[in-house]
């Protein structure tokens, strides 16, 4: 596997935010620990077949009682910034203020408190999947009330922990949320509902990420001086026949279906892409769909969520060749919508799991992308990773070289692109409960041995080398004295 030299730490500006991410039912189990309730992550896990092995989160990496372990691993990574998410099921059990669970407050509290004693900037995650069954039981995402609820929600943890959190993230990665938990079926819930209820979810989510921002904006934004945003996570894409007008064509609508769906809406007109009201309106006709339109209208008489978002962030994992399949006959379905086919190039090496090729430099045109499409947004990526599997490797020298090729792309970006970078989050600090692969996939900085009871986390070379990398940086922007 072949990358080029790392970046050097002083082509970064001074304040980068140097971090990585986790999510709370990836790593803290505790499922039924201290009035938590179950969450629909809990709920397809519990049921057979629907994950690696039958696996769940019911312990995972225990961060709920190791979390003095989890900070000790952020402080030997010399992290400036730690993105983490709450449990929304484990604050408020039946998913609304009715109820406030203390212990659950205490926990989160603990948590921020030690960041900010330990000089580390906390990035929270309000939903970063894991939705309360309660709420799911009565519609969750399908259900047009979820966004009061999310915003009910939302204003409570700004008004509890907003005095010490200035980075907020509403959702995270409303695509994957949609697609493969109301279209395919693959994540929780575990709906497969072809080419309906994905558009339903995805506005329903962008509804109740404007409220939430809105609200922020109202009443908290004065006195507590933070920012929120929602992670959208995206591949790049380049047409298969750069020479072929429809393969072209295609690459756009893949990207406008991929990205543009919500950021188009934030960041853009303020309505969904043109290619995606279009498509959708010519498989309704061609496929004989009356029963109104697939792709949901924004209302006038709620938040807009035009401008909802003090930066960009996003999760970049990988890329794709797209050919046009627009001509072919295709049933109801997100992919059939789109008439794009992508593709991994054989070139491309893969990492661990078979979607994730690696191409550090599709992070650094994504980036430029969003510069020029989205008016110059000042940008966090938020996740960003290479995984294991099969034999675990303490000295993952592919992993490392994989860092250091991204570290370039994205000081290329800063440098000759003029992208307005603030940070770079790893995904993930630790290897941790990778939904539906289970622990068969590793993508952490510290490894976790989750054959002994004490989970005992080890750092791997990985994870020297990017601590290494944070120190020079630091070190080299230290002011004179």
């Known amino acids: 596997m072949a990358f080029s030299k790392n970046a050097r730490v002083e082509d970064f500006p001074s304040d980068f935010a140097w971090g990585a991410a986790t999510a709370a039912y990836q790593i803290e189990g505790g499922w039924d620990t201290d009035a938590r309730s179950p969450s629909i992550w809990d709920t397809f896990c519990h049921s057979k077949g629907s994950v690696y092995k039958d696996q769940t989160g019911d312990v995972a990496c225990n961060s709920y009682q190791l979390w003095d372990e989890d900070l000790k691993c952020i402080q030997k990574l010399g992290l400036t910034h730690y993105r983490l998410s709450f449990s929304w099921s484990r604050l408020l059990p039946d998913g609304t203020t009715r109820f406030v669970n203390p212990k659950g407050v205490a926990y989160y509290n603990k948590v921020i408190d030690d960041l900010i004693a330990n000089t580390i900037v906390p990035m929270v995650t309000l939903n970063h999947f894991d939705l309360p069954q309660v709420l799911e039981d009565c519609g969750g995402w399908k259900s047009p009330e979820i966004a009061e609820l999310f915003d009910s929600y939302a204003q409570f943890c700004f008004k509890t922990f907003g005095d010490r959190v200035k980075l ?188 994730l090729a690696v191409v550090p430099e599709g992070l650094r045109k994504l980036l430029k992308y969003i510069k020029d499409t989205c008016n110059n947004p000042a940008i966090y990526v938020t996740e960003n990773g290479f995984s294991q599997m099969g034999p675990v490797e303490l000295e993952d020298v592919d992993r490392c070289r994989f860092y250091q090729d991204t570290r370039q792309e994205v000081s290329k970006a800063i440098k000759d692109d003029g992208v307005n970078l603030k940070g770079y989050f790893s995904w993930s600090l630790m290897d941790n409960f990778e939904w539906a692969d289970g622990f068969s996939v590793r993508f952490g900085l510290f490894h976790v041995d989750f054959s002994s009871a004490e989970l005992k986390r080890t750092m791997y070379r990985s994870g020297r080398e990017y601590a290494a990398v944070i120190k020079r940086h630091r070190d080299c922007t230290k002011p004179a004295n």
Not at 175 to 188: D, N, P, Q, S
Not at 196 to 205: E, K, R
Not at 328 to 347: M, V
């Open 168 to 355: 907020w993230i509403t959702v995270n990665e409303p695509y994957i949320c949609a697609k493969l938990g109301y279209e395919t079926g693959l994540f929780a819930p575990g709906i497969k509902e072809p080419g309906t209820s994905v558009y339903l979810v995805g506005h329903n989510i962008l509804r109740a990420h404007a409220r939430a921002w809105h609200s922020y904006n109202a009443h908290f934004r004065s006195l507590q001086g933070g920012k929120v945003s929602i992670a959208l996570n995206s591949d790049w894409a380049e047409p298969l026949d750069p020479c072929c007008a429809e393969d072209v064509a295609a690459t756009q609508r893949y990207i406008d279906f991929n990205l543009g769906w919500f950021a188009c809406p934030i960041f853009g007109t303020g309505d969904y892409p043109k290619s995606m009201r279009s498509r959708i309106e010519i498989q309704n006709l061609e496929l004989g769909f009356t029963e109104g339109p697939r792709l949901p209208k924004f209302s006038d008489d709620e938040p807009k969520p035009f401008g909802t978002a003090d930066f960009f962030a996003l999760n970049y994992y990988t890329s794709r060749k797209v050919k046009d399949t627009s001509s072919r006959p295709s049933e109801l379905s997100f992919t059939g919508d789109q008439g794009a086919e992508a593709i991994i190039d054989p070139s491309w090496p893969v990492s661990g799991v078979s979607w």
